[in-house]
């Protein structure tokens, strides 16, 4: 089963930044809309980000609008999302998946072959 590798995560101060990666070793994802997720202790799985194939379109989630930015570099089939001005409340594992219809965009409701997630811890 295709599924891709998220990886970046780490503790990090209030304020701080982070970037995380998602890579695909069996699957090209220039083909796909990607999407970043991520789930809180004791909370349900919230869609933070997506970013279409061609990288023209991107959606943000109201928590994360202003802080976090999604992009791609097709080349290194990678997708990566920039977190600027970190808070507690961004701790969170943090998941990225593909469209699961090739030639969907932004935004986006249906999602396949999730990563195992990486840990984002913000404290002081």
């Known amino acids: 089963q295709l599924q891709l590798v998220e990886s970046g995560g780490g503790s990090v101060q209030p304020g701080g930044s982070l970037r995380l990666s998602c890579a695909a070793s069996r699957l090209t994802l220039r083909y796909h809309t990607i999407g970043w997720f991520r789930q809180a202790p004791g909370k349900e799985r919230e869609g933070i980000s997506c970013i279409s194939s061609d990288g023209g379109s991107t959606t943000y989630g109201d928590s994360v609008k202003g802080r976090f930015t999604i992009s791609r570099d097709n080349a290194k089939n990678t997708v990566y999302l920039r977190m600027d001005r970190l808070q507690p409340d961004d701790t969170a594992i943090y998941y990225c998946?593909?469209?699961?219809?090739?030639?969907?965009?932004?935004?986006?409701?249906?999602?396949?072959?999730w990563g195992q997630g990486t840990q984002v811890t913000v404290s002081s």
């Open positions: 998946a593909k469209a699961y219809l090739l030639g969907s965009t932004c935004p986006n409701d249906q999602w396949d072959s």
